[in-house]
Structure formats: C-alpha cells, structure tokens
C-alpha cells in the first residue's frame, strides 16, 4: 500500500496544476513495506514536477486515532484538496470524519466492510474498491466450481484480509479455515501446514505476495503435502512466482492466478514511467510488476485529471491547534469537493491490468485474472496456461475442471509386501496376486493412476501398549499413503484410526499349518513284525519238519506205506507222506483248515505233534505282535486341532511376528489374566459375607487358562519374522505355523510337488478382509462401491478360483490310521493271494499240458491215430493188478513186470500194445485201432 502512494506522487508528476495544492495520504503500518520503489518517488520530499503542490504521505506506526489526526494536521498547515485514506479501520474513521467537518474531499481505499453509514457521503466521498477485494472473488469461484471442501485460506498484509470480515465464502457449503501465514521460521510454517492438514485441510489457497508464497510452497515441497491428493492454489498481486525447492523435490502442481495485462499501456506508459523514478530500477519489466501499483498509478493518473479538469484551486489549511475546533466547511472549499467527487461519475480509465470504471457509487477495476498449471519437476518449470477469470464472467477454463490435469488422479497405495497369494512380490516395487488383479479390476470401474510402494516394516498393522501403530495402518494414519492393499483383516481396534470399505473377501480365521505327517506304509506290513532271522528260522523249520515226516514214513516199519496189508479196510484211507505229502500237510497244518491225516506210525505222530506246538506258538506270537504292532503305529496320531497343539512339547508354534494372530493370542491371553484377578479379587474379599465368600471357595479355577499357556510357549518358541523363516521352520518338522485361513490353504497348494504341508485345525478368531483408507476418507465409498460391482459380475469368485486353484495338484490323501488299517498296510495280503492264484494257475497249465497234450504229441512221433488220448489207451490201474494178480497166482506183480496197457477195438475185443514179458514198448497193431 505504500507504494500506492508513491505511484500517486509519480502520477501526480505527471499533472499539470499549477497550484501548490497537497493531496495527504494515510497509509497504515502494514502497508509501509508493500513496494520497495515507494522510497524512490518520496525523494525530493514528494514534490511532482509541475506541480504547485506535493503529495503528503503519512505513514502510520501505530493504530492510535489521535496520533494519526495530529500527523494529519500537522502536514495541513500549508492546506490540502484531498485526503486519501489507507489507514487501519479505527483510524480511519476518524480522518474521514475530520474531512468531513473540514469539507475536504476523501478517498477511500479500503474494503466496504470497514466503512460505516456516515462515510457514505455523496458529497465528499469517493469509494474506490481495492484490487485485493476484487481478486477474493476467484477464490469463491474456484471453491464453487470444483466442488471443494476442506479449504485453508493462508493470507498476508498484502490483502487485508487480518482488517475485513471474512465474507467472501460466506454462504458456502464448504468447511474454510481463514489462518495468517506463520512467517517467522521454517519451521513455524511447516507446524501451521501440518496442524491444517490433521484437520482434513486437502485444499490450500495462498492469498500473499510472491515472497510468502516462495516460503509456502518451498515448505510443503519436501512434505507429503504436495502428493497428489493435496491441491494448491495461488492468488498473488505479483506477475510470477518462483519455487526453487519445488524444482529441487521434483514435484508438485500449483495452480496460479495472476493478472493479466493491457500490453500497450504496460509498455508505453507504465514500464517507461516505473524506470524513470529512479537509475535502481532502470531495468524493470513487466514481470516485475504489481497489481497495487499499476493500480495506484491508474488512480493517480485519473485523480489528477480531475483535479486538473475541474480547476481545484481551494484548499483547506488548519493550524494544529485548529484541528479539534472545526466548527464547519466553508461553502467555497464544499462546493468545490463535491464538484471534484461527482466529476468521477461515468468516468473510466484504461489502466494496466484493466479498465477503471464507475459502477454503483464505486470506483472499481475490471481485473483480467490469467489461470496457469504450474507443474515442477526435478530442475524444470512447466507452464500452461488453461484459462482467465473476471468478476463478471468468473472462470472461462480451456479443461472441465481445474483439479484434473491431463490424465488421471493418482493415488499412493502401499502394500502388505508378502502374504501370498493376496500380494505376491516379484521385484522393484512391483507385486502380483489376488489383491493387485482386484486393484486392476477396481482401476477399470473407477479410472485412477497409482503409485505402489510395500510397507516400510512388512506388517499389516498392530498397535502397541503406548497405542502407536506399525505397519501399512501407521502409513494410512500419517497421510504417506491413499489406499492400503492386502490382506488387512477389519479389528475394531483399527476402525478407530482407520477405514474399511466393504469386505472383498469372505470371513477369515486362523489354522495351523503343519509338514505332513510321514507314515511308514509297507504293503507288507504284516512280514516285518518279525525279524528276518526269526523268518528263516521258521522257514527252515518248516522244510526240515516236511522232509523228517518224509524221512520217519518212510523208514518206520509200521507205517502204511510199509505196513499197507494192516490199513487195507481202514477209513478213510491212510496216507503216504513223500516229500511232496510232507511239505502240504506242515503247511496246512498252520492254517485253520488242519493238515488232514496224520502218520499211522508213534514216530511220525510224535513228529507231527511236535511241529503243530511249534505252529501253535508261532502263530500265537505273529498274532500278538501284529496288533502289538499295528495299536502303537495307531497311537501316534497326528496334531489336529488347537488344543492338539497345546497338549504336546515336541512341536514348537507361532505366529507371524506383528500379525492380527499374534495380536489375538497376546489379547486372549490378557483377558484370561484378568479374569483369574478379578475372581482372584473375589474370592479374597473380605467384605463378602460368610456364604457368598463360599460359594466363591471353589478348589478348581473356574476359568481356562489355555490361552495363557499358548502364549507363554510361544514367546519362548520365537515369532518369526517373514512367512519365509516360518515356512523354512515348518518343513522341518518342529513347527506349527498359526496364520490366516487362506494363506495357510495356499501354501499347502503351493507343496503340492512334494505334499509336504497340511493345514489342520477348524477356523477360529474369523474376521474379513478389507481395503483401507484414511480415516474420513471419501475414497471409502468410492472403493465399497466398486467392490459390490465387482461382487455382483462373479468378478471376486472368478479371481478366487484363479489364485487358489492355480497349478493345483492332487496330493495323496492322507490315511486316518487312528480308524483302522489301512490298504496301504494290508495290501500285501491281497498281493500273496494273487501271488498264489496265478501260481496255481501256471500249475494248471502244466497239468493240461503234460495229461492231454504230451500224450498227443508222444503218441504222433509213434504213429499213434491224433484222435485218441492217452485216457483211451489206458485202463483202470486196480484192473490191471487184478488180473495180473490172478496170472501169477495172487501175488503182485513184481517190481519188474509191466502192466500193458489195452485199447478196445470197434468190435469190442482189445489190443494189447504193450509186452508185458519184455521191458521196453512193442507195438502189435491189428487192422484197425
């Protein structure tokens, strides 16, 4: 505001009044620095060349109503012609009263909020609406047309704004905060940026000269505050702006407003008049204009035209001691003022930065305000410009909106980095898995960009006990991140700090995962209860007992075979024990079926008796020590459940170190403690009475302390650190991994190569899986949105069953030993019964072949008719003895003799083929076989 002042004098240079006149302007204190060329057009004391009079600036240092009154009087000695006011509210008041008193015209350079009903003289009053509360109009605009909520209006002097109400966004439905920029430190402003921002603050507007914006943006340029969800906005007096620290971060888009000017008179009357004030400023340009300066000069220019046109030649002159007893105006110097203030009605000018025109009693500037993109990037500058603003039109844009630069909005996503198969990492930021196929398919519906990064410590999130968080929940608290993405199940504790959109994934509890149990399965099982010593020795047992029975027959005198004429009515008909005889009956003698008839000889039974104790004992202990055998291999069962868990001490569990599960077994085993301290409590309470305290006397505690004791053994067993460490754990056989369902389930999918994992244990602890965002996050009903669409297309299912039937295999179902025998045990029986049928069939095949074919091949080599067999050639046995029985006597035949064989010829009679007198074959063939 003071070089407003300095303008007027330049301007007033430029008058030709030749009368020594003053004009006095009052500028507050905090308009003394507004303009560093004010200093240049004071020199000289103020005097403008042709002119009669000066023009008088009075700098106020305080906001002391007498002080200012005395300093005007003081420069009035030598009389003025009019009174510029710029002064602060209260100050102002009073000078405009004085002049009104004294009939001095007066120019109000102030805000219409500042100004009372008696100012309103027609007379003597000339309002001029500054160009600060002209501009306060983009502001409006801007918050109308994009729809913002969530705004801070950050200001300095340079507008006013600490002096006038705060009615500019007065009726909008859009929560403002009007704050002073905290210009003393860095760090004062990076604290005043921080506190706007936890206050939901998304939308910054910076109402300032070009030097707190500097300090503004390069302050915010190395925060979170310049991601892409926080918008700034710029309304500055200045021509340009500038932000090393922008350029420096590479990163951040401002939009700017600033004025746009006439180019003639900027460069024919302004820019010359500006270099001529003093030899420091001999290279100013354009950019280094102002718009309350042009405006001053504008205003000066058509000031002095009037007081020139209208002859202005009285003046009012006080001596200070005068200035407390006016008693009135004097016709002359009233006449003359109003004339002067009228004589701007319907008048205009072309000025700098637009036209001044007089509209409603109101001296105003039609501002042409240019809209511009700033976007910074490492070391460089872009500027687009995407349209202008007036007051009457507001805001022409060449784009649909100002928050929307080419592309799409974009948003910072961090991840849980490793919880397959929701978030599968494969390098350099980049991940794949369920979750990222559904952020793709919500990027399709919703049409964003993002930006993924992992969670600095891989966790989900989980407070500690001073109540801070970890994890992708601590991101979400502390702004660094929009959306957060994995497996993140919904806990009321995190809903305090946080939002969840709506489930993306159905309710998830907690299992254990195991390596698989390795059962010793032997398809014959039932051959290694006994040693194999012990299974040659009864082998060996059984060929020596079939061979002594052989051997004890055949040498005993009074067995059948040397005693036959004693047994030869005897039934059923004894038995002969060759070796073959031997070998059957030892074996038959073992089954249930029994070994049929015994030798008739004491030897050969004492032999036999001797060899079933031997079987008796055998099988009684194979017996024994199979069940023996078969319970304990079913005794050792396998964990299953929790409590499985909890009963043994071989193998160690836990979970994940900082997970949701860790989290519930240290909560459950709190509440157990605090239970046992509140019956504890109880139980010992003195004030009870006698029957109530019994009844609490109890010998058992009432309450499980399973929790308790999980959690004690897990603090000892170790949390590991990464899904790896407790997988690697797993597979060896001496942990149990406790995690969520379906991590659990995939990675038992994922071994299916070699079947090695298992997950036992029904679901506990389930809660669902959901996105997360900001607490009072709009994003949260634009997500939840997208995940119903998403759920009514089958879209969830359908990448469900991609992730979790992917590349699956079918493992070998694990036998439930605990129920009874299995196949896998047994089946060596089945193998030996098919064993034996097939060797009984190759038996029977030789058998055919050796009764019906040999013969048939014998007898055609002797010339023999091929349709006879060997069973039409041969007769009865007992027949033949019979007959040669009676040949010779009654006796037997002797060991030498042949029985001959016969075939019967078609009439009846029969052909002897054989010689019985001599050994070897003869052939006596009659006409015809």
Known sequence: MLSRVLLCIVLLHQSVLVQTLDVVAV?????????????????DEGQLHGWTGAVKVIKLNDTNPITALDKVCSVMSEGAV??????????????????????????????????????????LHLQIEPPGSVLMGVVRDVITHEHLTGIAVLYDNSFDLDKIPKRFLTGLPAQHLFQEIASSSHNATLRQLYRLEDNQIRNFFIVANKENVKTILETASG???????????????????????????????????????????????????????????????????????????????????????????QSVSLNQSDCYSVTGPEPEVYNQSRAFIHSFVNRSRNGVFGPLYFKDNVLTQRLTLSVKRLTFTQQAQSTETIGNWTAERGLSLLDTSLLKPPGKKKYKIVVVPSYPPFVIPKGNNSFDGYC??????????????????????????????????????????????????????????????????????????????????????????????????????????????????????????????????????????????????????????????????????????????TWWLFGFIVIATYTANLAAFLTVSRL???????????????????????????????????????????????????????VERA???????????????????????????????????????????????????????????????????????????????????????????????????????????KWWDKNKVKCPKL????????????????????????????????????????????????????????ANICQDENGARKQNGVSNGGRAPSEDSQVTPSVERKNGSSLNIFNQQKRGVTFNLGDSL
């Not at 007081?307 to 202005?312: A, E």
């Open 27 to 43: 500028l507050a204190e905090e308009k003394h620095k507004s303009l560093k060329l004010l200093e240049d057009t004071l020199k």
């Open 695 to 801: 009844k609490l006397a109890v010998w058992d505690y009432p309450v499980s302390n399973k929790y308790t004791k999980l959690w004690e053994t897990m603090k000892l067993s170790g949390f590991p650190h990464s899904l790896e460490e407790a997988l690697t754990s797993v597979k060896n056989g001496t942990f149990a991994y406790i995690g969520d369902a379906a991590e659990n389930q995939y990675q038992t999918m994922r071994s299916m190569e070699n079947c090695d994992l298992w997950q036992v244990g029904e679901e506990f602890s389930r809660k669902p899986f959901a996105l997360a965002v900001q607490n009072g996050s709009p994003l949260r009903n634009d997500l939840s949105t997208a995940i119903l669409q998403l759920l009514n297309q089958r879209m969830l299912e359908k990448l469900k069953k």
């Open 223 to 313: 925060t979170k505050l310049m991601d892409e969800k926080y918008h700034w906005f710029v309304l500055t007096k200045d021509m340009s702006i500038t932000c090393q620290g922008c350029k420096t971060h590479g990163r951040g888009t401002v939009l700017l407003f600033t004025g746009q000017p006439n180019n003639d008179i900027m460069q024919n009357e302004y820019i010359p008049f500006i270099r001529g004030l003093s030899k420091y400023i001999s290279t100013f340009t354009a950019d280094g204009s102002n718009i309350d300066e042009a405006f001053i000069f504008d205003l000066m220019n058509m000031i002095g035209t009037r007081l020139v046109n209208q002859n202005v030649d």
């Open 636 to 690: 050792d069962e396998p964990i299953k459940s929790l409590d499985d868990l909890s009963s043994q001490h071989t193998v160690k569990y836990a979970p994940h170190n900082g997970s949701a599960a860790m989290v519930y077994f240290q909560r459950m085993a709190e509440i157990e403690q605090k239970f046992y301290s509140i019956w504890k409590n109880m139980s010992l309470d003195d004030t009870l009475n006698p």
């Open 82 to 123: 009019l009174l510029i006011d710029m002064a602060d509210p209260l100050t102002g008041q009073l000078l405009r009263s004085f002049a009104r008193s004294t009939g001095l015209p007066y120019v109000t350079l102030l805000d219409k909020a500042t100004l009372i009903e008696k100012d309103f003289n027609p007379d």
């Open 815 to 870: 036998e439930n030993e605990s129920e009874g025998i299995s196949l896998n045990n047994i089946g060596g029986v089945f193998i030996l019964i098919a064993g034996g049928a097939a060797l009984a069939l190759v038996c029977l095949g030789f058998e055919l072949y050796f009764f019906k074919y040999k013969p048939k091949q014998a007898s055609k080599n002797y010339g023999v008719a091929k349709s006879h067999s060997k």
């Open 436 to 609: 990222i196929d559904l952020l793709h398919e919500i990027q399709g519906v919703l049409k964003f960009d993002y930006e993924l990064y992992p969670s600095p410590d891989g966790l989900v999130g989980s407070m500690d006990d001073q109540g801070q968080w970890n994890g992708v929940v601590k991101e979400l608290m502390e702004k660094r991140a929009d959306i957060a993405i994995g497996p993140i199940s919904v806990m009321a504790e995190r809903e305090n700090v946080i939002d969840f959109t709506v489930p993306y994934y159905d309710l998830v509890g907690l299992t254990i995962l195991l390596k698989k149990p390795e059962f010793d399965y032997e398809l014959f099982k039932f051959l290694i209860v006994l040693d194999e010593n012990v299974w040659l020795c009864i082998i060996a047992s059984y060929f020596l007992f079939s061979g002594l029975l052989y051997a004890f027959d055949k040498l005993s005198p009074y067995s059948y075979q040397n005693n036959r004429r004693k047994y030869e009515n005897v039934t059923p008909e004894p038995r002969i024990f060759t070796i073959k005889e031997g070998i059957w009956f030892c074996m038959m003698s073992l089954t249930p079926q029994g070994g049929g008839e015994a030798p008739r000889a004491l030897s050969g039974r004492l032999i036999a008796a």
